[in-house]
């Protein structure tokens, strides 16, 4: 049987928290449908729904295909679709968990806030069984 608990992991905005400019798995980005939200001076494109098709490390945003234009946008500006994997960062409160790839459970509108679900190996050595954690981090703290 699982055990589950709830985190709340919380990030403070800063440009050194947003992302460290690459990652490892930049390679095999996941190309999803992603919702464009809280978009200011595009806020026409805000609940348009488009592709993922690239990460530009240098600025720290996705490149989002729309149906005729292509935006760059970051990791706060796209909601990612349930069941896509996604790498946690700046976290300040648990940075242990930084750098750790968990599956998008679901997204909370009112808060911004991701349900992450993330394995754990039981303590004392020997394969002790698997327990799923649940983190809620901000839209900045999970990316593809």
């Given at each position: ?102 599956r998008v459970a679901s997204h909370d509108d009112e808060n911004g ?32």
């Amino acid at each position: 049987m699982r055990a589950r608990s709830l985190l709340h992991a919380h990030c403070t905005h800063t440009s050194a928290c947003v992302l460290q400019a690459t990652f490892a798995h930049a390679e095999l980005l996941q190309r999803v449908a992603v919702t464009l939200t809280a978009l200011e001076s595009r806020s026409e494109l805000n609940g348009r729904v488009g592709t993922v098709e690239g990460w530009d490390g240098r600025i720290g945003r996705y490149e989002v295909r729309l149906a005729a234009v292509r935006v760059y946008v970051r990791p706060r500006n796209v909601i990612l679709p349930a069941g896509c994997r996604a790498t946690l960062t700046g976290l300040v409160e648990v940075p242990v968990h930084n750098g750790v790839v968990g599956r998008v459970a679901s997204h909370d509108d009112e808060n911004g806030r991701y349900h992450i679900e993330i394995e754990a190996r039981g303590g004392g050595g020997g394969g002790g069984a698997s327990t799923a954690h649940w983190l809620s981090v901000k839209r900045d703290n999970a990316v593809l």
